[in-house]
């Protein structure tokens, strides 16, 4: 069941445009069958997130992680939370444009790409772990005033959240690439995705011992595990 089956309901057009995963079937043309939306996978996985704290997570990881953030609520929040945007960085045109008929759909509602960088060496540069981690710093220290370091650490559970930290030097080599990032429309369905999926899975209480918060590695190891979930839907790039 949904967590919060009313926020996508809320959302602009574009941003109810945008995909995060597909069904293929080679034997068909063209072979995509089925596609989900990111608001929808975000809430699966926020869903999916609150049921392993309450039913599954030992009680030494939600300590360390409480430890870090000030309580067991907070805690529980913050994992529920960064399930909930862990994928914000599809909203891109580097992740768009791998699916033509979708990015086709996304350009008609305004999030318009270029075709031509589905084949091009920076695409790799700019996957959406990054993007996640780009937008979510900035929008952690522009709309809620988060210090520069916390912002950093949260929006680095993102950045990782296929089981690799992001480097500085991928960082650096990213912020440059608006052409593959996406800036303008791209910019504000980033910031309104992220606005819902506040308003859907944290409270200003959580995140105000979050803004406080030193995250151990360990602590930031734990939130970043999460579940491989809806199997069938498989694109990831």
Known sequence: MPLNPEWGARLSVPA????AKTRTDPSQMPPLIGWLPL?????DAAGVARHLWD?????SVKDMIARSVGSEDAARDLLVWLAGVHDIGKASPAFAV????LADDMGQAGLLSDPRIKDGDQRRKARHELVGYLAMREWLTQEHGFGKDVAEALASVVAAHHG???????VRAAEPLEHLVGDGP??????ELLSAADAAFASPS???RWE????SQPAGDGAAQRPRHRRGLDREQ
């Open 212 to 215: 406080q918060a030193e995250l």
């Open 206 to 208: 959580s995140r105000a």
């Open 39 to 43: 608001y929808q996978h975000l809430d």
């Open 55 to 59: 039913e599954w997570a030992p009680q």
């Open 16 to 19: 109810r445009s945008v995909w």
């Open 164 to 170: 690799r930290p992001a480097t500085r030097a991928d």
């Open 98 to 101: 791998q699916v033509e008929r």
């Open 186 to 191: 791209w910019t504000e369905v980033r910031r």
